[in-house]
């Protein structure tokens, strides 16, 4: 029986429940009160993963990536709270089960093992946030929230482009 390194197994196992984690899929007509918790819910769950990376991540790569999260999530998180509130709709205060179960494995890694679970997390979260956003850009009820949405995608778009060279570049160390 061949034996698996531990960072291999690690990684993969990690890569397998994050994958079945991220097939949730959203309701075809979401009010602007749902768009409003699980967007906010998803930017909490980024920066709180992301402070997580500064602090156990190994790789400079790995800090860089995560401080734009945190920059470039608390600005949307932000934008998003002054729509809400003008709407009178409330934001998440805390990321959702989901994440913090994700969360909660990233706590367990230390050094190269993280960094791959961390960037491999990145992918899956921003798929998951990519898809939420499409939807409300395409057949949201709330003209600015849509408005909102679809001027935001780019931005999470890029991360998920930058989350895939991560976890490459991560894998190959």
Do not use: C, W
């Not at 602090?55 to 998180?77: R, Y």
């Not at 934001?91 to 190269?112: H, N, P, Y």
């Amino acid at each position: 029986m061949m034996k698996m390194p531990t960072k291999t197994l690690l990684a993969g196992s990690l890569s397998l429940l994050l994958g079945a984690m991220a097939t949730t899929t959203y309701a075809a007509d979401l009010s602007p009160a749902e768009f409003v918790n699980q967007a906010s819910a998803l930017g909490m769950a980024e920066i709180e993963t992301a402070k997580m990376a500064k602090e156990k991540g190994s790789s400079p790569d790995v800090n860089t990536f995560a401080q734009k999260m945190i920059d470039d999530h608390t600005a949307s998180n932000k934008q998003l709270s002054e729509i809400a509130k003008q709407k009178k709709l409330e934001v998440s205060t805390e990321a959702d089960l989901m994440d913090k179960a994700k969360a909660m494995i990233l706590k367990v890694r230390q050094g190269e093992s993280f960094d791959v679970a961390y960037a491999n997390n990145q992918v899956e979260s921003h798929e998951k946030t990519i898809e939420l956003y499409r939807q409300e850009a395409e057949s949201g009820q709330d003209s600015e929230l849509k408005s909102f949405a679809k001027s935001t995608l780019p931005t999470l778009e890029h991360h998920l482009k930058m989350a895939k060279a991560l976890l490459e570049q991560q894998e190959k160390q």
